[in-house]
């Protein structure tokens, strides 16, 4: 009999080029099914709750994966953490039912942006740095306008495969996490690729004055990537929470 686990876990992003497991790219997905196959001996393939990109981190990330031999669900964890580098963690192990889905079965995704406004090596790997001024008032009053929208075309990464650039964004906020720090908050039933920090770099052109309130309600209407702003490093952009 075929048994389903999810396995929950979290990692430093900085080494990796993204989740997704690709030729001649060094991935997360790459080292944990690794890992799994040595210990379980045989091949196991994962399926994850998304991707991520190139240095983006993860504080909470989903995978599910199939066996026919029983599993003891704390012990492989054990091992599990063992084996895998020191950037990798696994949080748990739990068997499901076979009609639940790491991707499909998610209702919700929460992604977290850091930035701060004054050198602090211990963020170099995990906030971007900004050197210029931003009103966080008109940032926020801009990032509100996300929740009225369901067409995140203008924050997809060109020449993707996606079959549909439809989102439904339950909440989109910047909140201080200090004097010189700040994080922006995302959460929706799904995202498209590049699309956080699409819309980070945006947002950021708003509390540069360089875009107006009218114009990123341009933006979005318009479903053109070329009229967002830019891409943000991916290192400040980590995976928070993924609810079932």
């Known amino acids: 009999m075929i ?4 396995i929950y ?21 790459q080292e944990m099914e690794q890992a799994l196959s040595t210990l379980l001996r045989r091949e196991v393939l994962l399926t994850g709750a998304g991707r991520t990109d190139a240095g983006v981190h993860a504080r909470l990330m989903v995978a599910h994966f199939d066996t026919d031999a029983p599993v003891d669900e704390v012990q492989l964890a054990y091992k599990l953490n063992r ?21 499909f079965s998610a209702t919700s995704r929460t992604y977290r942006y850091y930035i701060h406004t004054q050198k602090d090596p211990f963020r170099r790997n ?14 926020n009053e801009a990032a509100a306008m996300l929740l009225e929208y369901s067409d995140f075309g203008a924050f ?43 819309v980070v770099g945006t947002l950021i052109d708003v509390g ?35 609810k079932y």
């Open 3 to 6: 048994q389903r686990y999810f």
């Open 9 to 29: 876990f979290c990692y430093d992003g900085s080494r990796y080029h993204g989740w997704q497991t690709q030729p001649n790219a060094h991935t997360v997905e």
């Open 83 to 103: 084996l895998l580098p020191a950037d990798i963690g696994v949080r748990r192990i739990e068997a499901v039912g076979s009609d639940m889905h790491a991707r």
């Open 126 to 139: 995990s906030s971007c740095e900004l050197h210029y001024q931003l009103d966080f008032d008109r940032m």
């Open 156 to 198: 997809c990464k060109s020449h993707t495969d996606v079959k549909t650039t439809l989102c439904h964004v339950t909440e989109a906020r910047w909140e201080p996490l200090s004097e010189h720090e700040w994080c922006f908050v995302i959460s929706a039933n799904r995202f498209l690729r590049n699309m956080v920090r699409a």
């Open 208 to 242: 540069r004055n360089r875009l107006s309130l009218d114009d990123f309600r341009r933006v979005i209407e318009g479903r053109k990537r070329t009229e967002a702003g830019e891409s943000m490093p991916g290192k400040a952009l980590f995976l928070e929470d993924i």
